[in-house]
């Protein structure tokens, strides 16, 4: 089960696979666990998420999320000093085990204040809890990086089918102005296969709410 992880040439590898670690970005694997079902997402394949290392599992079969003791096991055995960044990201949907993140963050926090911390989540967070999350991330974020997708709100219904229905565009784009009053950096992001004319559109969006957009490339 990989908790730990960080990304060399599109590949996932496990930190306790690499020889030197450092100035690498270190990524925590919490959770299988998502609200949508992004057409556009590896997860989506029954053979992919079988073999893939993020995949968490827990034999023989059953799905697994990593504790928090686990997580701060896996922790212990790095040197966080080696280490630029860490960030939140995986399979699933990060936000689903907030109350354990938490615990993660604040641990990392005591045992490295200056640690750079982010999130890559799809910005629901606020409708998966039923509640504005994001006060709660004063302190703990440096950065919050939430998938934009696409320009509209039928166009990202279609893309991620998120179970919360239609509400889900504007929710994630209220949940992004809200990250901005405790988060020092709040990034929407695009994959640069959607085209200029929807790039644009993306950056007038996020102009409008006064947070950075992020052209990621595509990879296949």
Known sequence: M???????????????HLDSTKGVTC????????PCACT???????????NN???????????HDPSFKEAKEALDAINLDLYEEIVF??????????DDIKEVIDYIRDTKKDMKIRINTNGLANDIYG??????YKGRFDTVSISLNAP??????????SKFGISSFDDMLDFAKKCKAYVPNVVLTVVDII???????????TDEIGVTLRVRPFEE
């Open 152 to 161: 509209t709100k039928e166009e990202f219904l279609e893309l991620t089918r």
């Open 53 to 63: 290392s993020l995949w968490l599992k827990e034999e023989p079969s059953k799905d």
């Open 89 to 98: 990201c995986g399979f699933g949907e990060p936000m689903e085990r907030w």
């Open 27 to 34: 990524y925590v694997n919490t959770t299988n666990r998502c």
């Open 40 to 50: 556009f997402c590896l997860r989506q394949t029954k053979e992919m998420m079988e």
């Open 195 to 205: 085209g200029e004319e929807k790039i644009e559109a993306c950056q007038k969006i």
């Open 131 to 136: 509640r504005d999350v994001t006060p709660e």
């Open 2 to 16: 990989t908790i730990l992880y960080t990304l060399y040439k599109n590949t996932y590898i496990d930190l306790s």
